[in-house]
């Protein structure tokens, strides 16, 4: 059995998480699959340290929570909430 499309870039996304790697994060937040672009909404507040000080994470996630898609709002204040919690300064 395959992964779907979508689910690679969904494990893609977790590889991403698992090193911290903060700048395709942000970049999988403007990919076209909600499912991907919230995994990675996700997971750019459990990643900790490496962007508890890099606004590249705060700015996309801000501006999701003006997103149409409720949960997309929910997730986004979540993960916003994580990094404030971790000493990043969104506002």
Do not use: Q
């Not at 698992?18 to 994060?25: A, F, K, M, P, Y």
């Not at 909404?41 to 898609?69: C, F, Y």
């Amino acid at each position: 059995m395959g992964y779907s499309e979508t689910g690679i870039e969904v494990l893609n996304v977790e590889v991403m998480r698992r090193s911290g790697d903060v700048e395709n994060l942000v970049k999988a937040l403007r990919h076209r699959n909600r499912y991907v672009w919230e995994t990675a909404v996700n997971a750019l507040g459990e990643i900790g340290e490496p962007a508890m000080g890099d606004l590249r994470a705060a700015e996309p996630l801000k501006k999701a929570l003006r997103d149409s898609e409720e949960n997309v709002r929910i997730t986004a204040g979540k993960a916003l909430d994580r990094l404030i919690a971790g000493g990043l300064e969104v506002y």
